[in-house]
């Protein structure tokens, strides 16, 4: 008897929601989505001890060699994002590139997503560049790892 009782004060509860909450959230799904990571707490203007994390974290993430993400960008920026440019033409006397990775718009434009002027989107196709067998476009890149 008490067990018809309390299925049916149960059922009644559920039906009004007291008891069932209508959206769960738990470890996945909608809260994990906002997880905050090295990468996506990067600004452009981040110290070289946040830049490092970052550069940790994407070669994880990507599964690209660390020490070769960390070695390039150290040779072409120097850890540094904001007002970084390198590559002058010799025709112009503009800059060509920009950046952590040092991207030459071009490039960035036919490999990347996002914003050039971006250091989590430059890191970001960095890593998957790397990934792809495209280290050969960075000019430390083949000093340091190139056969």
Same mark, same amino acid.
């Given at each position: #008897? @008490?067990?018809?009782? /309390? $299925?049916?004060?149960?059922?009644?509860?559920?039906?009004? =929601?007291?008891?069932?909450?209508?959206?769960?959230? =738990? %470890? +996945?799904?909608?809260?994990?989505?906002?997880?905050? $990571?090295?990468?996506?707490? /990067?600004?452009? &203007?981040?110290?070289?001890?946040?830049?490092?994390?970052?550069? +940790?974290?994407?070669?994880?993430?990507?599964? +690209? %060699?660390?020490?070769?993400? #960390?070695? &390039?960008? *150290?040779?072409?920026?120097?850890?540094?994002?904001?007002?970084?440019?390198?590559? *002058?033409?010799?025709? $112009? =006397?503009?800059? /060509?590139?920009?950046?952590?990775?040092?991207?030459?718009?071009? $490039?960035? %434009?036919?490999?990347?997503?996002?914003?050039?002027?971006?250091?989590? %989107?430059? /890191? &970001?196709? #960095?890593?998957? #560049?790397? *990934? *792809?067998?495209?280290?050969?476009? @960075? &000019?430390? @890149?083949?000093?340091?790892?190139?056969?």
């Amino acid at each position: #008897m @008490w067990a018809i009782i /309390l $299925t049916a004060a149960v059922a009644t509860l559920a039906t009004i =929601g007291i008891i069932y909450p209508l959206k769960i959230i =738990g %470890d +996945v799904g909608v809260a994990s989505q906002d997880q905050i $990571t090295p990468l996506s707490s /990067l600004s452009d &203007t981040a110290s070289t001890a946040e830049i490092k994390e970052a550069i +940790v974290y994407v070669s994880q993430k990507y599964l +690209v %060699d660390e020490s070769q993400l #960390m070695q &390039t960008i *150290k040779c072409e920026s120097g850890f540094r994002h904001a007002g970084v440019f390198g590559d *002058k033409s010799e025709i $112009t =006397g503009e800059f /060509l590139a920009y950046g952590i990775a040092q991207f030459h718009k071009p $490039t960035f %434009d036919r490999y990347c997503a996002g914003s050039y002027y971006s250091a989590k %989107d430059q /890191l &970001t196709c #960095m890593a998957e #560049m790397l *990934k *792809k067998g495209l280290g050969s476009n @960075w &000019t430390c @890149w083949r000093r340091y790892f190139s056969t």
